[in-house]
């Protein structure tokens, strides 16, 4: 099923579009990102569309087709709804637990966690762990299963199911469940169960083992690049040119000079964890345009609201994945595999987006909100990790952006 894009008559307001041309402006200028692209959508069509900036400081310019390194939007992008495929084909129930599939290896305070529990954040695993310093000693067909028995073996947070705490460990582990269940690599999976029949070309991850020279070898490895890193002392300052590996491709926004891997990072995943797991992850590892993003969330949208229908992706548990779930403590502000916008203090998604909106963040500065009850879908891709992670700007600045847009198109009350 192709999905095929309608544009509407709608467009913003031209103050509304200086606002947020002025904001972008300014932040490329202040080094909060070298590059952003934008996509705004109401009722299912992409309604503005604008790219600015370059894919690295001083270089070439950002247009519609460059990939940006989706983070954590891999979880709701492809982690959940591959969830939703296994759910209906029978591969997986959402109140499994770890037992199905890790028979003999699951301690005891993880015998309540479940695939519910993961989805939603609340299996009482921690945020993150430096798996990749162990891991990249072993050869890369065995770190899966180690990776398995390392996140096992860590240390909870919380009891399962108590609370809901944000963990890229749970979706480690619901990247490994899925490859068991249905039986193959997570990247073929999306591939097969979403991007080709959608025809969406420009989502995709990287694999590390299919980034080949003409002779056959690994374009990357860990250290390649210069033998000392010095990352630029100003974030407006271009990276040197020798940071940059020979084979950088620019139809990529880069991400940070890496002073693990010693190098300007363009197409490889920023996230060193998913690096190490072949540059595919549950939790990490997706890479794509703002049209791409568009295109995979509006098919799930209508589906969602019954506009249209498809075996793999059944309207009940498209709308069970996009509703907030509940905890010990009370309602949490998860779904399964979603984020909604917090209702008390800071929201990324800024003050007018309702409380049926379902989104997420990634860590590279990329976001989606999508207001079910307004109909709008707000898509923010950046690469504010570049040239170093030292740099949380965007925090500030996507609320502003959010909220520019919803008060032009008359929510801003």
Known sequence: MNVCLK???????????????????????????????LLISRDWAPDFEREWGTVESGGVAVNRSTRFDLASLTKPLVTAPLCIAAVERGLLNLDDTLSRFFPGSVPSDKEGITVRSLLSHSSGLPAYQPFYLELIKLPPKARPNALASM?????LDTAPGKTANYSDLGFMLLGLIL????????????????????????????????RKTENGSLKTHVGEGTSVLRPPSSVLRPPSSVLRPPSSDLRYAATQLCPWRKRLLFGEVDDENAWTLNGVSGHAG??????AVFKLLCFLWNIYEGNLTDPLWPRDLVRLFWT????????SGWCLGYDTPS???????????????????????????LDLEK?????????RVHPTRQNDEIRQLRPVLHD??????????
């Open 324 to 331: 907030r779930t509940e905890v010990a403590e009370g309602l």
């Open 375 to 383: 109909r709008v879908l707000v898509i923010l891709l950046t690469n």
């Open 179 to 210: 490859e068991r269940q249905m039986g193959g690599r997570l990247d073929r999976l999306a591939q097969d169960f979403l991007f080709a029949p959608l025809g969406i070309d420009e989502l995709h991850f990287c694999p590390i083992d299919e």
């Open 151 to 155: 996140i096992l073996q860590t240390a």
């Open 343 to 369: 209702r008390k203090g800071y929201s990324s998604a800024g003050r007018y987006f309702s409380s049926n909106t379902i989104g997420h963040l990634g860590f590279t500065g990329v976001s989606f909100w």
């Open 404 to 413: 520019i847009i919803m008060e032009s198109l008359t929510y801003g009350n």
């Open 286 to 291: 997706l890479f794509g345009t703002a049209r």
């Open 7 to 37: 544009y509407s008559k709608l467009r913003l307001p031209a103050d509304s579009g200086r606002r947020l041309h002025c904001e972008l402006k300014a932040a490329i200028r202040r080094g909060a990102f070298s590059g952003a692209s």
